[in-house]
């Protein structure tokens, strides 16, 4: 790590002569920007937080951040997972949040230009209402579109639709050194040089800070219907998924829970869907799944087919919520999973491991099976449609040092378990500070070594989101 | 560019020392391998040839080479059409034709794995005798997948399947260092860290030699139907693309052609399928789209609606092709368009451009008004679906100093209008050695410079391919 200079009165100065936006320094600044949804990795607090505007202005900030050896940590919503958005080394935090207008949607080539502060929700509600979809749709709703970019977020229709990755065309970016870029372009294809783009997907803000994306979007699907599927075990519901891809049914999510996920959050919200007994078979987890098309017609051959596909495969009924309220009941619980869990748990650390998806029930009992020798407690649920996991370790009752042991402990045992699998550490809440240590781990010292070069090309004084991802 | 050694006897003797493959030298080496498909950039000769048999000899060939200083170039089935699998400094070549062969199918994760020598074609075959399909589908079926992930291959399916990107899960690579790792995994999403797999995609054998890949299928489609759809000019046929896309009507392929390229390719084929005139109409233009889907009555629907949209928008009429037999007659001009023009041209250069969508008509019909300054003749045809245009400069009359200058002055001119249109290079024929100085131009010194940088951190001595994309 680098020896980071602090800010300077000289520094404020400056930085307050280049922008338009508030410049909030020390005691100004409000404590919500000390960490982000993971509180566990450790807080961070910035010497000074910037409200950006404008590239310009971006780059300017960042330039006498790289002139002056200080960090620069470029912040969304702050709804992060690993830490990445956290100061850790003071210096200057730049806000993108107020760089937030939907800017112009290029019909014809079925693109929408955006600021990277615009919301996924806003966003996704403003493409309803002219008809299209904008398909990535990860849990959070009320993150920064530049943060899903830099995350590469995943989300329920990734199984249908893949991951932010696939709809980003081109990005304007302020790199660490000050420069203003473009990578990409509205152009659907391209073999034009290494994909700059493609790094900068998922780079978690270390690479360079996007200030604009033109993303892909698509006509809105004209009808969805949500299936429950109750089974006997975890075992029977999962192995249920490699029968409906060989069948093409193509479904937009499915999502895998087990029971007692299901029953926390029901509590939790207030309101029982899900069935916890049938036939006098008791419930031992669900799969939550949406199809989507063109017409009723042709929405119904799908299900039927389905049906016939789960009911075949072991599922022990088929719930069909065909209605825009039903389909909202049935995945209200699955909405609100991380907050329930969240509102009933002091310490909590997740994993968001991905295994291939004839490994998740495999892996899931492993993992079941080894948190019983912890003091915390597990729960699961997760994409059985792509075998990305999430796996939160909580507790109300161990003290925070024992919790960080144990837990440390733990997710290294089930990491490598995934590695074994043939998985990877994330598969769409990213690295940031938190798996840090994993990634180095699992990726291998000659992949590791690869990702710092680059780091280095992009930032040869590393004040760009340092200690973040490698 | 680094001062390269010669191949000396010693290092002749090493490599033979240290792999089972076959070593060819200096007069033995067959001068197909000193040129690809695009002879005009120039001929090169590789010192010594290999036949690749596995991961470890290629990493032992390319440490002596890197250890030595002596480039080393890969090369698939010599296909390329920018002259990246050219040997332009010498060095040692090694062919990758070999290995080829197809690993093994995991039915419940959706992947194969093969060699990288394997030839599009073969896997194409060999998945849809096992009900599934390789998405990607470039005009060369006799390229290797490894040339085809190199390049980032794209192909007539690309408009509802996408790239041969997101057809890549995982490769294994030998680095310019000779280390052997991977990258990506057989799961479905990832945010692990930089991308490097994305990074490797594309690359044209510059970062990396790709020894094995692990590759996404999909169950194949059911149906599929053609439409031959003439036009009285190419405005009118390209403005309706963008309506098929408004209304959702998913085609698997839209090429457009105009009569020209129509009219060689009929005679080259000796058979004649499109109309020339209707309803006393002069056809100047034709989109041929492809629809497929899961069932005749589903694919009749869209095909009813297409033909209203298309007939809406300006088509004289739509020729519908509905089995095998009139699918295939409906592709095989367009399939012999490169083959027809080569066999009939001495002088030949490309641009791969791609633009977006709505700009095509009026790129094409820039570029044939700026072709008429030159001697040379300018045959188009592209992907209207994805603005992919494949435009040929050809002459059997200009000498070939005369005819290089006149198209470079050209090129420039029209990828120029390309960059204005916010278009690209290429589309998917990539970089290579031909089209390097486009790449300098219109990247721009900031993104030209990242990617030398990535090169260096890669491929610090400059071994790997050298000369080629940047």
């Known amino acids: 790590m680098a020896n980071y200079n602090s800010v300077t009165e000289k520094v404020i100065e400056e930085i307050k002569a280049s922008v338009s936006g508030r410049v909030f320094v020390g005691e ?3 404590i ?3 960490h982000d949804e993971m509180p566990i990795y450790g807080e961070g607090q910035p010497e000074v937080l910037v409200d950006a505007t404008n590239a310009e202005e971006v780059a300017k900030i960042v330039k006498i951040c790289n002139e002056n050896l200080i960090p620069v940590i470029p912040r969304g919503a702050g709804t992060g997972l690993t830490g990445a958005g956290v100061a850790r080394h003071g210096g200057v935090m730049i806000n993108m949040q107020s760089m937030n207008k939907i800017l112009e949607y290029d019909e014809e080539n079925m693109v929408v230009k955006v600021e990277p502060g615009v919301l996924l929700n806003d966003l996704a509600e403003d493409c ?16 920064t579109l530049g943060g899903n970019v830099a995350t590469n977020a995943g989300g329920m229709r990734a199984v249908k639709y893949g991951t932010t990755r696939n709809y980003v065309r081109s990005m304007e970016v302020v790199l660490p050194t000050g420069e203003i870029t473009t990578f990409g372009a509205t152009v659907s294809k391209t073999s034009t040089g290494y994909s700059l783009k493609d790094l900068m997907i998922g780079s978690e803000g270390t690479l360079g800070i996007i200030t604009e994306l033109t993303l892909k979007i698509i006509p809105a699907p004209k009808e969805t219907i949500s299936l429950i599927v109750p089974y006997e075990d975890l075992d029977s519901c999962i192995s249920t998924v490699p029968e409906l891809f060989k069948h093409n049914l193509n479904p937009q999510a499915i999502e895998f829970m087990e029971k007692e996920i299901v029953n926390l959050s029901e509590i939790y919200i207030g309101k029982s869907t899900f069935p916890r007994e049938l ?9 939550l799944i949406t199809f989507d098309g063109e017409d009723e017609d042709q929405l119904n051959d799908i299900i039927e087919q389905a049906a016939e596909v789960l009911l075949e495969a072991g599922a022990i009924d088929v719930l069909v919520a065909d209605t825009p309220n039903k389909i909202k009941e049935a995945w209200a619980a699955r909405s609100s999973f991380l907050e329930a869990i969240e509102s009933q748990t ?3 650390d997740e994993c968001d491991v991905v ?6 029930a495999k892996y899931v009992n492993y993992v079941n099976e080894k948190a019983k020798g912890y003091d915390f407690e597990v729960k699961s649920f997760g994409h059985a449609g792509d075998g990305n996991l999430h796996i939160y370790t909580c507790s109300n009752e161990m003290d925070r040092e024992e919790f960080v042991k144990q837990v440390d402990e733990f997710m290294h045992d089930i990491y490598g378990k995934a590695y074994e699998f043939g998985g990877q550490i994330s598969g769409e809440h990213g690295i940031g500070f938190g798996k840090k240590v994993f990634l180095n781990k699992f990726e291998g010292d000659v992949n590791t070594e690869l990702m710092r070069g680059i780091k280095k090309v992009f930032d040869p004084n590393n004040i760009l989101n340092p200690n973040k991802v490698i």
């Open 28 to 30: 100004e600044i409000n």
């Open 32 to 34: 919500d920007f000390f």
């Open 355 to 360: 295994v291939p998806i004839n490994k998740i």
């Open 128 to 143: 309803l209402s002219k008809g299209y979809m904008y398909p990535p749709d990860p849990g959070e709703k009320f993150a």
């Open 346 to 348: 002091k310490l909590l």
């Open 279 to 287: 036939e006098g078979i008791e419930i031992g987890a669900y799969l």
